[in-house]
């Protein structure tokens, strides 16, 4: 509790490793390619890089346990002993772990949902009735001693946890148990027993993340903080304690963590408090803590504007003992380094920050606490420079644009009645009853990598990488046909992401060349950045369309991604609303509907599985963002006919929340999941009168399990005491772009055996 205070450091770093080395690694581990020893010196050795390039740049505070195999949140659930006993079977810890995560072919995996307002997903904690919590804390320990012994030990390497409540607000109780938050002080004996195991490891300093504190979750979350952080605050053999809050402003947390004995606490300055003088000025209690300062944007790739942080950082140092420089929260939501990415113009590159300059900008405005604002002048005047350059930049100022949105706008973005468009879509479609489909992509195999790859290397043209693309179409469109799908799709296999793919054929956009960022698990994404005004200079997907529907007799449908997930998966331009940036995309993608429909394309997705994702943290900022949300997706869909049906896609998220923005979308069908929530989603529809069509997910794409037709059956069962048949779909959670192609079949043969039975089932 004497530690020295620290003056720069990140809340968190990347995992994944900058070219996806533990991306391979571990997917090689699960194929049986390699062994336990091999996965680890991997592992091993990012994290060793990841602290030394910390440290060389200039923090003197490195956080420690930010790594992962899958997620955060799974490995707190180990380290509390939390996991499900369904799990406990398998002997092995490793493979226990990968168990939970992603299951096997006979456990079902723990549930899966965003990590707040990010596009990063969690492993839900299940708290039954028989979980007994107990420590586990090799790995913290472990990397401790790592750390320590690479020469980042004493004051340097920081352990970081979940903390308590946020643990317990986001895990799920199962099999009748209470509200997880009920068993808030059993948890914090455990949490007590770890600090001081810490502190005999020698760690100085313990970060404790309470996130949850930024939201409105639980009300009771800062008096529920305040008592936790009294008990900890209070044990004589402890580390000096960190609090961090991150995501937004922690409201009534602030003060109540300030009346702790917890040495720093931890405010994001970027997406935090709206008024900083009065949020920090009205804790008298912090005049004797360390404020950690995130004044550096830990979740987005611009430029930080380092005068306008320092004069934050001089208004947070008249209100604390010390002030410390940090991310606003990890960097696990940002590319490594901008150094890979040469195809950038000069203004452009500019204007950004990826992860290592963001550590750079750390490091810069800590200096100059330290030395004051001359020390850091030439790096403050390109700061300058660079805002200066994109505030005048045309490619963000298209006036006719804007008068365009505003003219659609004023028109109206309404379509037909439900009534009116499901008789001219019945007369059009000839669908039977429960109709089968899949969410749109099919698997990613070996032979359409190899093609893309050799088509970016420029051996081969971009005439023989589409007749091979056509193929994988071909080959795609027959199996849906054997299989007996009634409404196809064309697998979308010239598609290397469903937003990437739009965002390099918009203008206002580019595609990094390796800014790749963990979505969950191994799953890894390379978000565009979307920099200035968006347009559309060409049809986008009419050609594929056309193409598959031109082998079929079955309706195939047109693929496009929507407004607010185009959005939620791109680094976005903040020197705007983003409900201004939502209608561009949006217009882009109406135009791209309407050419659909003119092709002939009787069925086109809009997916928005990202609508809950941005949701923002607060009540009281809710209703504005779901109003342009949805005002945005009905743009997107609503210059077809009444003839056309639109369907739309939501995945792994908690729908609660957003579940009236749901019907609002008027989607002709809503594909949601279920499966992983046992068809709990269908309650929240019918309870305010969702009368669209809609497919709960009848399996879960993101585990490698084949489920059985009887599985697939009861959950059609399920879904039929919640929904009539003429409303509602089968098919998957998601799309089957990660699976293989076995899996593939033998699962989607079950699911239309399945449909089968339970048409049987409404015949008899």
């Not at 920081?158 to 009748?176: C, E, Q, W, Y």
């Not at 760690?203 to 009771?220: G, K, S």
């Not at 923002?616 to 869909?637: C, E, H, I, N, Q």
Request: charged residues 20%.
């Amino acid at each position: 509790m004497t530690a020295q205070p620290f003056t720069a450091t990140v809340l968190g770093s990347p995992r994944i490793g900058p070219n996806r080395e533990l991306k391979r690694a571990t997917e090689r581990y699960w194929a049986g390619r390699i062994g336990r020893d091999e996965l680890a010196d991997v592992a091993a050795g990012l994290r060793r890089d990841t602290w030394a390039q910390l440290t060389a740049a200039g923090l003197d505070s490195v956080p420690v346990n930010t790594f992962s195999y899958y997620d955060q949140m799974l490995d707190t659930a180990v380290l509390l002993g939390a996991l499900p006993a369904r799990v406990s079977g398998v002997a092995d810890e490793l493979d226990r772990y990968f168990a939970a995560a992603r299951g096997n072919a006979e456990i079902a995996p723990l549930e899966m949902t965003k990590w707040f307002d990010t596009n990063y997903h969690y492993i839900v904690p299940e708290i039954g009735p028989d979980t007994t919590f107990a420590l586990n804390p090799a790995k913290v320990l472990t990397e401790l001693a790592e750390a320590t012994e690479q020469g980042f030990g004493g004051n340097v390497a920081r352990p970081v946890i979940i903390g308590p409540v946020t643990f317990l607000l986001l895990s799920k109780a199962v099999d009748g148990a209470a509200a997880p938050i009920s068993r808030l002080d059993e948890l914090t004996e455990v949490y007590a027993d770890l600090l001081g195991r810490l502190a005999k490891a020698g760690a100085q300093w313990v970060q404790i993340d309470e996130p949850v504190l930024v939201t409105d979750i639980c009300a009771d979350a800062p008096a529920l903080a305040e008592r936790v952080y009294h008990r900890l605050g209070g044990l004589s053999e402890r580390p000096s304690i960190f609090v961090a809050t991150y995501f937004g402003d922690p409201g009534a947390g602030l003060p109540a963590l300030a009346r702790t004995p917890v040495e720093a606490i931890g405010v994001d300055l970027v997406y935090g408090p709206r008024d900083l003088a009065a949020a920090l000025g009205s804790v008298p209690e912090l005049s004797s803590k360390t404020l950690v300062a995130g004044v550096v944007d830990g979740r987005n790739i611009w430029r930080t504007d380092l005068r306008a942080a320092l004069d934050k950082l001089a208004a947070a140092a008249g209100s604390a003992a010390a002030v410390a420089v940090s991310t606003s929260c990890s960097t696990l939501h940002v590319p490594y380094s901008l150094e890979p990415e040469t195809g950038l113009d000069d203004a452009l590159r500019s204007w950004l920050a990826f992860g290592a300059e963001k550590v750079t900008e750390v490091a810069v405005l800590a200096r100059a606490l330290r030395e004051g604002r001359e020390a850091v002048a030439d790096a403050v005047a390109a700061s300058d420079a660079a805002i200066a350059s994109r505030t005048s930049d045309p490619r963000l100022n298209n006036t006719a644009l804007r008068a365009q949105i505003a003219e659609i706008a004023r028109a109206g973005v309404q379509r037909g009645s439900a009534e009116e468009r499901r008789a001219a879509q019945d007369e059009r479609l000839h669908l039977p009853p429960l109709p089968t489909t899949t969410i749109g992509s099919f698997p990613q195999t070996v032979q359409i990598r190899k093609a893309r790859a050799a088509l970016v290397a420029g051996e081969i043209d971009e005439a023989a990488y589409t007749e091979q693309m056509k193929a994988e179409v071909a080959a795609v469109v027959k199996l849906q046909e054997d299989l007996g799908l009634d409404v196809l799709v064309h697998g979308e296999p010239e598609r290397n992401d469903m937003v990437q793919y739009f965002a390099e054929q918009l203008d206002g956009f580019f595609a990094t060349a390796n800014g790749w960022v963990q979505s969950y698990g191994s799953r890894c994404v390379r978000p565009p950045v979307l920099f200035g005004d968006v347009t559309r200079p060409h049809p986008m997907t009419v050609q594929w369309a056309t193409y598959a529907q031109s082998l079929t007799d079955k309706p195939v449908k047109g693929m496009l991604t929507g407004p607010v997930t185009i959005l939620a998966w791109s680094f976005v331009r903040d020197d705007q609303p983003l409900a201004d940036t939502a209608y561009q995309v949006a217009l882009a993608i109406r135009e791209e509907t309407v050419d659909l429909e003119a092709a002939g394309i009787a069925v086109i997705q809009v997916d928005e599985p990202a609508l809950r994702e941005l949701l923002p943290v607060r009540d009281a900022d809710k209703a504005a963002y779901l109003d342009w949300a949805v005002g945005s997706f009905r743009m997107s869909t609503s210059g077809v006919s009444n003839a056309t049906q639109i369907h739309t896609h939501l995945c792994y998220s908690e729908f609660g929340e957003v579940i009236g923005a749901i019907a609002d979308l008027d989607a002709d069908v809503t594909s949601i999941e279920a499966a992983r929530s046992h068809m709990e989603v269908l309650d929240d529809l019918n309870a305010i009168g969702f009368s669209n069509g809609v497919g709960p997910g009848v399996y879960d794409i993101h585990s490698p399990r084949v489920p059985s037709t009887a599985e697939m059956t009861a959950s059609l069962r399920e879904a039929l005491d919640a929904v009539p048949a003429q409303r509602l779909w089968v098919n998957p959670d998601c799309g089957l772009k990660t699976r293989k192609t076995d899996e593939v079949t033998a699962s989607l043969t079950n699911l239309v055996e399945a449909a089968r039975e339970a048409r049987a089932g409404l015949s008899s």
